[in-house]
């Protein structure tokens, strides 16, 4: 140890790759004075990560701080560039595995992966530093230069992927709009059976006709700028609205019935997909806005509509992008307009603007055609 002073982890030895590691558990209060990131200014080529992205910290800081009783954190990988030392508690067997991990103070640390995670944590205990006695754990590796560094970097980013949107919202709690549309799934019997619940998208020969994201979505289209309302008045609202508007659709229940295959209305319709059922909901907004007492005898129009994914005279730049659906919020809102129009409610400002728009859009195609 180069000049006796050292920082001392209780730590548990490891090996990968036929190097030795350690797993500590750090105090918080201590993460931000050990563990620096690679300076900003620096060229890509000469950083071991990516330069930090301060406009993520603010949310996770938050979400340490209002969830203060069951957050989870990950481990954080460090790299260090000095000579260590281990002393294990016994020296036979598995027990040698444990011990002291011993760092010169003169040692540097590169984070390898968790460095917002390091932010976030330094911003949450300015207002809360009664959480710096919580601990998180940490990951040492030796660092042997630069190039092991970011061949490190590049490791552990190479398989990480996001959980789909429906898998997140299924195993999400904490959001309001999540534990709606689930128990919106749940208990109705439009939805029961027929919702993809972990993927994002329906392969041909899926049995189900929704996503959970995509339900999610509209509910959440639905319910926004709504009068204020108790959990179980807007759960109550949904349920009504989407039963309401199930009725004017007999292929959902033909499907639910065994007489349709979902694939075959996928294929065919464009009413069970993110796109139509976010701009139902939006229309359904101002349908029950204008309309609270009677709203549901005139939701009985979009029976009248021609869902077929074939209408492209209808359809296609609203819903339908060279005949594929388009999830953009343009083709959300043109969409919507198209049955606001049908239903006889008046475009706001702002959808007047994308109609006008998409108008002199297809005006012009006209004439370059012709």
Same mark, same amino acid.
């Given at each position: 140890?180069?000049?006796?002073?050292?920082?001392?982890?209780?730590?548990?030895?490891?090996?990968?790759?036929?190097? !030795?590691?350690? %797993?500590? /558990?750090?105090?918080?209060?201590?993460? $931000?004075?050990?563990?620096?990131?690679?300076?900003?200014?620096?060229?890509?080529?000469?950083?071991?990560?990516?330069?930090?992205?301060?406009?993520?910290?603010? #949310?996770?800081?938050?979400?340490?701080?209002?969830?203060?009783?069951?957050? %989870?954190?990950?481990?954080?990988?460090?790299?260090?560039?000095?000579?260590?030392?281990?002393?294990?508690?016994?020296?036979?067997?598995?027990?040698?595995?444990?011990?002291?991990?011993?760092?010169?103070?003169?040692?540097?640390?590169?984070?390898?992966?968790?460095?917002?995670?390091?932010?976030?944590?330094?911003?949450?205990?300015?207002?809360?530093? !009664?959480?710096?006695?919580?601990?998180?754990?940490?990951?040492?590796?030796?660092?042997?230069?630069?190039?092991?560094?970011?061949?490190?970097?590049?490791?552990?980013?190479?398989?990480?992927? +996001? $959980?789909? $949107?429906?898998?997140?919202?299924?195993?999400?709690?904490?959001?309001?709009?999540? +534990?709606?549309?689930?128990?919106?799934?749940?208990?109705?019997?439009?939805?029961?059976?027929?919702?993809?619940? !972990?993927?994002?998208?329906?392969?041909?020969?899926?049995?189900?006709?929704?996503?959970?994201?995509?339900?999610?979505?509209?509910?959440?289209?639905?319910?926004?700028? /709504?009068? !204020?309302?108790?959990?179980?008045?807007?759960?109550?609202?949904?349920?009504?609205?989407? #039963?309401?508007?199930?009725?004017?659709?007999?292929?959902?229940?033909?499907?639910?019935?065994?007489?349709?295959?979902?694939?075959?209305?996928?294929?065919?319709?464009?009413?069970?997909?993110? %796109?139509?059922?976010?701009?139902?909901?939006?229309?359904?907004?101002?349908?029950?806005?204008?309309?609270?007492?009677?709203?549901?005898?005139?939701?009985?129009?979009?029976?009248?509509?021609?869902?077929?994914?074939?209408?492209?005279? /209808?359809?296609?730049?609203?819903?339908?992008?060279?005949?594929?659906?388009?999830?953009?919020?343009?083709?959300? %809102?043109?969409?919507?307009?198209?049955?606001?129009?049908?239903?006889?409610?008046?475009?706001?400002?702002?959808?007047?603007?994308?109609?006008?728009?998409?108008?002199?859009?297809?005006?012009?195609?006209?004439?370059?055609?012709?």
């Amino acid at each position: 140890m180069s000049d006796g002073f050292e920082y001392q982890f209780p730590a548990i030895r490891g090996i990968q790759a036929r190097r !030795e590691y350690y %797993v500590s /558990m750090c105090p918080m209060r201590l993460l $931000p004075k050990l563990f620096q990131f690679d300076e900003d200014e620096l060229a890509p080529e000469l950083r071991a990560q990516r330069q930090l992205n301060r406009a993520r910290i603010p #949310e996770l800081s938050r979400y340490i701080t209002e969830n203060v009783d069951n957050y %989870v954190f990950s481990a954080i990988t460090v790299s260090i560039d000095a000579d260590i030392a281990f002393a294990p508690f016994a020296g036979d067997g598995e027990a040698n595995r444990i011990g002291i991990l011993k760092i010169p103070m003169s040692a540097r640390f590169i984070i390898n992966d968790g460095q917002h995670r390091r932010a976030a944590i330094d911003q949450a205990l300015r207002n809360h530093p !009664e959480l710096g006695d919580e601990t998180i754990a940490v990951v040492f590796f030796l660092d042997k230069g630069l190039e092991r560094c970011q061949q490190m970097f590049a490791d552990l980013n190479r398989y990480a992927i +996001r $959980p789909s $949107p429906s898998l997140s919202i299924l195993y999400d709690y904490r959001d309001e709009a999540a +534990r709606l549309a689930k128990s919106l799934i749940a208990g109705s019997d439009i939805f029961r059976d027929v919702v993809e619940l !972990e993927k994002t998208s329906l392969a041909p020969r899926s049995r189900r006709l929704f996503t959970l994201s995509a339900i999610y979505h509209a509910t959440n289209e639905l319910l926004t700028g /709504m009068p !204020e309302t108790t959990p179980d008045d807007a759960a109550r609202l949904a349920l009504e609205f989407w #039963e309401a508007v199930a009725e004017q659709f007999d292929e959902w229940g033909r499907v639910r019935n065994g007489d349709l295959t979902a694939g075959e209305v996928r294929t065919d319709f464009i009413h069970t997909h993110g %796109v139509v059922l976010q701009a139902l909901a939006r229309a359904g907004r101002a349908l029950i806005s204008k309309y609270p007492k009677t709203w549901q005898s005139k939701i009985v129009k979009l029976k009248a509509i021609d869902w077929r994914r074939a209408n492209s005279k /209808m359809w296609e730049g609203r819903a339908l992008v060279g005949g594929q659906l388009s999830k953009a919020h343009q083709n959300v %809102v043109l969409t919507a307009n198209a049955i606001k129009t049908h239903l006889g409610l008046e475009l706001t400002d702002d959808e007047l603007r994308v109609e006008d728009a998409y108008k002199r859009g297809a005006n012009g195609n006209k004439k370059a055609t012709a």
